[in-house]
């Protein structure tokens, strides 16, 4: 959006009474982020009436919202959903010009919503995330991303690439593939490339170190990707692999589309494959009918695995998916004292893995200046851990072998170089 507003000659504030345009990006994947915009919104009501600035909300809350907060919220000029941000330069004109409030929210069958735009100016980043998908045919039932998202659409593997090498040109080191579902990439395209022979291709392109993607979904992890992590010397070690529970009852009733002994074969071929694999998931605590017998299932597989971490979330009924219509939904205590048990007990993997690595020698790309201090710089190992050390910006964007002489609980690695 703001690369599109850029091309309009809009420049970005980071302070909200200089703004001529506020715009709110928005999640709605759980309850508590959706209810976030509707305060973010009150906040600049006061600013709005002094200053007369347009305000707007973009993103899956106001995909699923619409006209609806229209309505609720008075002083909102717009609402522009998931596939309309290419329009976004007209609606707003449209706005100025005529005065009205705008809602679009339409879903593009043409895939035109896809497309990026390339940076004109040096970017003089390190790192850049590149979606290569949107939209998901999974629907597992606790989940809204089919509904605001719509259906599984892959860039063409030519445009990526493109975009891929002008980034590199532009001096960006890591790529960063999005996608709800990378495994599903090539679907439909006319030309048919899977995920696997787009990382071949990316692997090709010179001044592109390392390449990172997120996310896959266990039921579509092939043979052919596990293989990538011992082949492609920029993919790094490291998979994000959500689980969402550890029970077979429960992730049927989630349409996972596999079993805890199926997720556990994928691990094991991975780690095979990849003995040095960071593994990371997300996981979903007190879905409906959720027993302790079920929680335990999920303990039991963490443990097995002992991931390096965990996105960990309580169960947030979504209107619309088939899991918020079940009878038997868990109580909100029930679901927070499993969430604090799951969590302290990943805390200690977290550590006992961090430890590991205590007196070894990692490759760190270095990213930025670190945030603690502006002595140090901070980056990233291979497997995803953030190490901070003692340097200016002239190491940004250098890859620096790093010995960790300490490893904290929470990732952070303060060492030597
Ligand atoms: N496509 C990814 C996959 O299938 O693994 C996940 C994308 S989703 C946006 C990110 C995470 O949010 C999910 O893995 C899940 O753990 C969590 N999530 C999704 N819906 C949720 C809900 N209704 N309540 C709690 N957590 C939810
Ligand atoms: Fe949501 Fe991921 Fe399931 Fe798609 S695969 S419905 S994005 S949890």
Aim: proline share 4%; aromatic share 8%; net charge neutral.
């Amino acid at each position: 959006m703001l690369r599109l507003l850029e091309g309009f000659h809009y420049t970005e504030t980071k302070e909200a009474d200089k703004a001529d345009l506020i715009l709110i990006n928005t999640c709605s994947v759980r309850e508590k982020p959706e209810h976030k915009v509707y305060s973010a919104l009150g906040r600049f009501r006061k600013l709005k009436e002094r200053k007369g600035m347009v305000i707007g909300v973009a993103g899956c809350v106001a995909q699923q919202e619409g006209e609806r907060m229209l309505d609720r919220v008075p002083y909102l000029d717009l609402v522009i959903g998931t596939h309309a941000i290419p329009m976004l330069a007209e609606l707003l004109e449209r706005i100025e010009v005529s005065g009205q409030r705008v809602c679009e929210t339409r879903f593009d069958r043409s895939g035109e919503y896809l497309k990026a735009l390339l940076p004109e100016k040096p970017l003089a980043k390190v790192k850049s995330y590149v979606t290569i998908m949107q939209g998901c045919d999974h629907f597992c039932s606790f989940c809204i991303v089919p509904y605001v998202r719509g259906g599984e659409r892959s860039r063409p593997s030519w445009e990526i690439l493109e975009e891929i090498r002008h980034l590199a040109e532009m001096g960006v080191k890591e790529v960063f593939l999005l996608g709800q579902n990378v495994n599903g990439y090539g679907k439909g395209l006319e030309r048919e490339v899977d995920f696997p022979r787009l990382l071949d291709q990316i692997n090709e392109i010179e001044g592109i170190e390392r390449i990172r993607f997120t996310t896959s979904h266990p039921a579509d992890l092939s043979d052919a990707l596990i293989q990538d992590f011992s082949e492609l010397e920029k993919l790094c070690e490291h998979i994000h692999l959500p689980f969402q529970s550890g029970s077979d009852r429960i992730l049927k009733a989630m349409h996972r589309g596999y079993t805890k002994e199926s997720y556990l074969e994928r691990i094991k071929r991975l780690k095979e494959v990849c003995p040095s694999i960071a593994i990371t998931a997300d996981v979903i605590v007190g879905f409906p009918g959720e027993e302790e017998e079920d929680f335990k299932e999920t303990l039991d597989l963490m443990e097995k695995v002992k991931f390096d971490d965990l996105f960990s979330f309580k169960y947030s009924p979504r209107k619309g998916t088939r899991a918020a219509q079940l009878q038997n939904q868990v109580e909100e205590e029930v679901k927070q004292d499993r969430l604090s048990i799951l969590q302290k007990i990943q805390r200690e993997i977290t550590f006992q893995k961090n430890l590991t690595l205590e007196g070894k020698v990692e490759e760190v790309l270095v990213e930025s200046l670190s945030k603690q201090s502006n002595q140090d710089v901070t980056g990233r190992t291979r497997s995803n851990k953030i190490v901070n050390f003692p340097g200016d910006m002239n190491l940004a964007g250098k890859l620096v072998s790093v010995k960790i002489l300490k490893a904290y609980p929470h990732s952070l690695f303060p060492s030597a170089g």
